[in-house]
Every structure is written in structure tokens, then in C-alpha cells.
């Protein structure tokens, strides 16, 4: 399914990395959501703020749609 990025296919735990990359989810909260989360924390390994909440967050309670 990872190849076919190129054709516009997604990948849930591909998502949540990059939500949490760029902070709006907290690294807990994604991996509880993760569909591997071992696999989720490898993808990971070389994001350094891993134990920092999302900046200006109140709840950690996510919307998906």
C-alpha cells in the first residue's frame, strides 16, 4: 500500500506520523490510534520533540472525518 502513494492512496499510520510531526497530535494520542504502533514509533525514531505536547492544546481529543 506504501507504493501506491504515487497514485494518491493513503496510509492511516502514514497520517498520524505526519500529524504528529507537525505537533497537532501528541505522540500518546497517536499511537493509540495507530493500526501498529510499533511500527508507528520506528517511523518515529528520528523526531526529536517525542514527549512534547502539541503547542496550544487543551484537550487531546482528535476529530477525524
Known amino acids: 500500500m506504501r507504493v501506491g502513494d ?4 493513503q496510509h492511516f499510520d502514514k497520517e498520524i ?3 504528529i510531526r507537525s505537533e497537532i497530535v501528541a505522540l500518546d494520542i497517536g499511537l493509540a490510534y495507530a493500526t501498529n504502533s510499533g511500527n508507528l514509533r520506528l517511523e518515529l525514531a528520528d523526531f ?12 487531546t481529543e482528535i476529530e477525524i472525518e
Open 17 to 19: 506520523e505526519k500529524l
Open 6 to 9: 504515487n497514485e494518491g492512496m
Open 48 to 59: 526529536a520533540p517525542l514527549e512534547k505536547d502539541p503547542p496550544n492544546s487543551s484537550s
